[in-house]
């Protein structure tokens, strides 16, 4: 078990809420697709699972300021012309650097190997560009 397995599950999960946004996603409905899928992962004890869970829900609670640098870091992109995926990536990766206490280079580099692996080479350019841009202004939450 690693922590990029549980960044995939992560992605995977949150990605899953995504789809399902247009229902009534509540907390209790986010605990419940999370915990089916880090169990679906194999990701179902210990530190792994503390870790992909905080940042399954960190992201989901923050996405809206996460979309919003994004955005505003991504000239002449707008958040819809973004992939979904790639979105769900770089909210992670920010979600890691603000509150997780994840180094930048390491929040950086995984999410341009998960990029690489489910979006494609151009698309990790563009999220390595925008995390990259993004760096600068990361404040650390403590």
């Not at 990605?15 to 179902?44: K, P």
């Not at 690489?116 to 939450?141: C, P, T």
Request: hydrophobic share 40%; aromatic share 6%.
């Amino acid at each position: 078990m690693s922590r990029r397995k549980a960044r995939i599950s992560a992605l995977e999960t949150l990605f899953e809420i995504e789809s399902r946004e247009s229902e009534d996603v509540t907390s209790d409905s986010i605990v419940d697709i999370c915990h089916e899928a880090l169990q679906r992962n194999g990701v179902a004890v210990g530190e792994y699972r503390d870790f992909a869970g905080s940042l399954i829900r960190g992201t989901w609670e923050h996405k809206a300021e996460y979309d919003e640098s994004i955005e505003g870091s991504s000239r002449k992109w707008s958040l819809h012309r973004i992939g979904r995926v790639e979105a769900a990536i770089m909210r992670m990766a920010l979600h890691e650097m603000r509150r997780m206490s994840t180094p930048p280079s390491v929040a950086i580099n995984e999410a341009v190997e998960l990029t690489k692996r489910y979006a494609s080479e151009r698309a990790a350019s563009f999220v390595n560009g925008i995390l990259g841009s993004l760096v600068a202004g990361i404040q650390i939450e403590e």
